[in-house]
């Protein structure tokens, strides 16, 4: 049984119109609060990792400075993300080829910011809601959303660890040395020969666990912010 088109615009998830002035503000004010909560946790993390120490590095003093200029920067991003990957949805919406709608989502995702991570969590965050709606036999609600958007963070978190290892190892490098070249699969390698499977996986479980907190904040905030704005636009006159 599937739930009618009237009971599906009022729900978070609802395509019944592009939407796309909900979507920028949407993806902007989901931008801005993850910034808010998560970077003080960035900052204490960075502090407790100081060589140091924690006080030393600044203690608890101070966790929110730098805060304006990440959320300036990043309500823009997330808006311009979260509308290239509702129109990008929307021009390819079919209900005739559900098989296609992994794809369908990873390329909106890869439009909207082209890094293996969004393609590993946008298809698994709409695959969840999917699945999620198939069993209650209702769209899924803002809530039940975050909750996907948790699962998908912390699994991609995951996947995309040895990446995020090569990067952090690129940054961390020498100089003139091999791996200060950028070359991610040269930086792969290296980890691996020296320390293995461990190594490519460092810091997984941080990551998952920061990762994860992210994605329910995101894009909780994201589909609850968007479905509020499309209910007062439709209670326009």
């Not at 959303?145 to 995951?158: E, K």
């Amino acid at each position: 049984m599937r739930a009618s088109s009237d009971s599906l615009g009022g729900v978070c998830g609802a395509m019944d119109r592009p939407g796309f002035t909900a979507s920028l503000v949407a993806g902007g004010v989901a931008g801005v609060a993850v910034d808010l909560i998560l970077f003080p946790l960035d900052t204490i993390k960075t502090r407790l990792q100081s060589p140091q120490g924690f006080n030393k590095a600044g203690g608890f003093r101070g966790i929110y400075a730098g805060v304006p200029s990440a959320a300036i920067g990043s309500f823009p991003n997330a808006a311009a993300f979260f509308i290239t990957y509702e129109y990008v949805k929307w021009l390819w919406h079919t209900d005739s080829s559900s098989y296609l709608m992994p794809v369908k989502h990873m390329l909106a995702a890869s439009a909207g910011e082209v890094i293996p991570f969004s393609l590993v969590q946008f298809p698994l965050w709409e695959s969840l809601k999917a699945l999620w709606s198939w069993r209650q036999d209702h769209v899924v609600d803002c809530w039940q959303s975050a909750v996907c958007g948790a699962f998908a963070g912390g699994f991609a978190a995951a996947v995309t660890t040895p990446l995020d290892v090569a990067k952090t190892r690129i940054m961390l490098a020498k100089a003139g040395s091999s791996t200060a070249s950028g070359n991610v699969l040269s930086a792969l390698h290296g980890v691996w020969r020296t320390q293995g499977l461990s190594g490519l996986f460092a810091g997984v479980f941080p990551r998952m666990a920061a990762i994860s907190l992210g994605g329910f904040i995101f894009l909780g905030a994201y589909e609850q912010t968007r479905s509020l704005l499309l209910e007062l636009g439709r209670e326009r006159p």
